[in-house]
Every structure is written in C-alpha cells, then in structure tokens.
C-alpha cells in the first residue's frame, strides 16, 4: 500500500501569513519523504484562503529541489483555467527537473468565484476539461501535433521540454462522478477519489461507484489505480484531535460554500466559515474517520483499505490553521508506526 500527504495549503485567517503556509507546505513535503511517504500531492486554488497554491506545477518544481526520491503530484490542475499549450511545456519542465517524479492529477474545477475571477464559464467546464485533456494527451504523445476544436485550434506545434517519464507521466482524473470515473477507465488513466468526512458506508458506496464506472468501459477496477484522500490522524491527546477534526471540517464548509457558488467574504478575500445543515460533530467525524490511537487508525485503515481497495491512501496535512510542529510530529509517526503496521497486516492478508 502507498501513503500519500495532501497539502492544501490554506489560511484560516490573518494570523497566518502567505508566506509562512507556503513555507509550512514546502517543510510538510520534506518532511514526508523523509517519513517514507510514497508521493505528496498539492492542490490548486485562486484568489481567497480556502488554499494558497496557484500553481501545484510551481510547487513540483521547487520540491524537486529539495527532495530526492519522493513521487510529486499536481491534485489537481484544473484544467480550464489554463492555456494547454503552455500547460504541456510546464508540465515536460516539472517532470525534468524532477527527474521523472511527477504524478500528473487533473480536474475540471467547481469553483463559480475562481472561474468568474479568469473569465471562464464554470458551467462549460466538464466540455472545457475533455477538450482539453484531449490536448494534453496529443502533445505528450507526439513529437509534432495539432487540434481543432469548440475551445481551442491549434497549428502543428512542438512542445520543447517534453516528459522524462514516457510515453506520459502517471495521469490521475479527480473523479466525483460516473462520468469522470468511466472517462479515467476508458482513457487509461487512474483515479483520485474521496469520501469526505463520511464513514464506511460511504467508503463502501464508493466502491460499487467505481466498480460500475469499470464494468461501463469493460475494464477490471484493478486496470486503474485508485488514491483514496482522507483525513487521518493519530493521537491519545484529545485537544489535538479536535483541533485537527475542527481545521478540517472549516475545510469542508469553505469548500461546500465555493461549490455551491454562495461565496461568503467581508473584506473580498477572507471567507466566512458557516456552519451548514451537513455540518457533521467532532465526535461523528472521530467516528466515521481513521482518527484515534494509534491502533484505532490502524484498524480504521485496515477496513476501508479492505472495502475500497485503493492503491494509495492520502491524508491530509494541512488544514486550517492547525499547528505545524504537531502535523510533523504526526508525518514522523506515521512512518514509524502507522504505516509500517498497516503494510505488515495487509502482506499477512495475501500470503
């Protein structure tokens, strides 16, 4: 089983500076790989604190530079915010300067304020995304190629800097749905999924989701990998639990109120965080999720790996306004205990 960090890099509010939840990003990468993380992820966000990273490609490249052996991920690029001529030389780029580590993630987008912000119709975005990864996929594929589409017409061009990884880098579809589950196996790709903050009926109706998507395209589910986002954390001390759970469900209204084009902000930047009618309690989160002891994450692990059988679990690191030193403390435990124990009891499993 991989283990995988997601960094989202957000800002809760003024006390954290731009520069410091940057610089606590970079610091988690380190220190992911230096716990024996698989692969760390950065996410794509615009113009408020909901996430601080404009460019997951950005931080590929500077991470390359001060790691050696860690798999680094785009989760995601949205794909209509960009140009993707210029997107096929940034990600040739990304991949060399990291000798061939990048895990290329990409998505269509949902934020109504992030699209307005660069004249996009969010509505046209699941068109704009097809055509585009269309685009994608011929110039990492051809020494020479062109397009002529709804969005885009492009003459015959050559990207420079193309991929160390051949024929592409590892390409995962952030799949929320049928349609992008089936397109991931159609296209060969693989799939970054998430159950939120929900528990094993969830994890198990994810499942059935993505055995469908696969019997729809004739595939077996194993023909794709599958990264399963969650939110994990280890501790017999409860204040820090709740610390983390209250970081992640801020998380999850900010992400809910963009999703839902209700954009919530005073001074045009801050977002109000407001509880929902779907807000889940502290003690339900602790219930649903791989939060607990050491062993209560264990075990946790065990049954949702055992029910979705994913390739990758990622879990979240940064959340909110929740302390640095402790998610390092956190990443360290993990690659002492958790992860070597939840590898050791799967090996027992397949023997």
Wanted: with cysteine; glycine share 6%.
């Amino acid at each position: 089983m991989e283990f995988a960090t997601f960094i989202l890099a957000a800002q809760r509010g003024y006390h954290q500076s731009s520069d410091s939840v940057i610089r606590n990003a970079v610091e988690q990468a380190v220190v992911s790989e230096q716990a024996g993380f698989n692969t760390t992820w950065f996410a794509e966000h615009h113009f408020n604190n909901y996430s601080l990273v404009p460019s997951p490609l950005m931080m590929v490249a500077h991470c390359a530079g001060v790691t050696s052996a860690i798999r680094l991920g785009t989760g995601v690029c949205v794909l209509p915010l960009y140009q993707p001529q210029r997107l096929l030389s940034e990600i040739g780029f990304a991949d060399v300067v990291s000798n061939g580590r990048l895990e290329l993630g990409v998505g269509s987008g949902y934020q109504q304020f992030e699209f307005e912000r660069f004249g996009v119709d969010v509505n046209e975005a699941p068109a704009v995304f097809s055509e585009y990864l269309e685009i994608l996929l011929k110039g990492l594929n051809q020494k020479v190629f062109e397009h002529q589409g709804q969005y885009e017409t492009i003459p015959p061009t050559a990207i420079s800097v193309k991929t160390v990884q051949k024929p592409t880098p590892p390409i995962w579809i952030a799949a929320g749905s049928a349609r992008s589950m089936s397109r991931a196996y159609r296209q060969g790709h693989n799939l970054f999924v998430t159950a939120f903050h929900n528990g094993l009926e969830t994890v198990s109706m994810l499942r059935d989701s993505i055995a469908k998507a696969a019997a729809s395209e004739a595939k077996n589910v194993a023909d794709a990998r599958i990264s399963l986002l969650r939110c994990c954390y280890a501790s017999d001390d409860a204040a820090e639990i709740n610390s983390y759970l209250d970081n992640a469900r801020f998380q999850r209204r900010l992400s809910e109120a963009l999703q839902q084009r209700r954009q919530q902000s005073q001074d045009g930047y801050l977002l109000q965080e407001t509880p929902t009618q779907h807000d889940l309690s502290l003690e339900t989160m602790r219930d649903n999720l791989p939060i607990g002891g050491v062993n209560r994450v264990i075990d946790r692990l065990l049954e949702e790996i055992d029910i979705l059988k994913p390739d990758q679990v990622a879990i979240q690191t940064q959340l909110g306004d929740f302390d640095q030193r402790a998610m390092l403390r956190q990443l360290d435990l993990w690659g002492d205990k958790i992860i070597p124990a939840v590898n050791k009891a799967l090996a027992r499993v397949e023997v």
